[in-house]
């Protein structure tokens, strides 16, 4: 039996056509595969990823800590549990600082 997810994902636009073609091939397919199902299960926990809120510019919104190869890269999103139904939305996906850049000119900080 399937595991019903517990939020509903959305995903800002600019994310599939500007972040996820410019990551590692490997990358691109944990998103797929991972990243989203563990967002949609437990945004909090992440099934045990390292994750954080964000202070400043980018408070209210969480990071997505994932290190691979040597490079820091960071899958920024937010979590919303209401109104119903709950969900997380990603603003952005990339290498440290192109992410939290991109997170903060998507939302206009």
């Known amino acids: 039996m399937a595991t019903k997810s517990r939020y509903l994902l959305q995903i800002h636009l600019l994310v599939n056509r500007e972040d996820l073609p410019q ?4 990358i691109q397919e944990d998103f797929e595969t991972i990243y989203k199902q563990i967002l949609q299960l437990d945004p909090y926990r992440c099934g045990g990823f390292p994750s954080a809120d964000k202070q400043g510019n ?7 800590e994932i290190d691979w190869l040597g490079v820091a890269y960071r899958l920024i999103y937010r979590i919303y549990e209401k109104p ?3 969900r997380v939305f990603i603003i952005s996906f ?7 850049d991109r997170a903060k000119e998507r939302i206009g900080k």
Do not use: F, M, N
Request: glycine letters at 10%.
């Open 23 to 26: 990551l590692p091939q490997e």
């Open 58 to 64: 980018l408070s209210g919104y969480r990071a997505l």
């Open 94 to 100: 990339g290498e440290h600082d192109t992410a939290y």
């Open 84 to 86: 119903a139904p709950k």
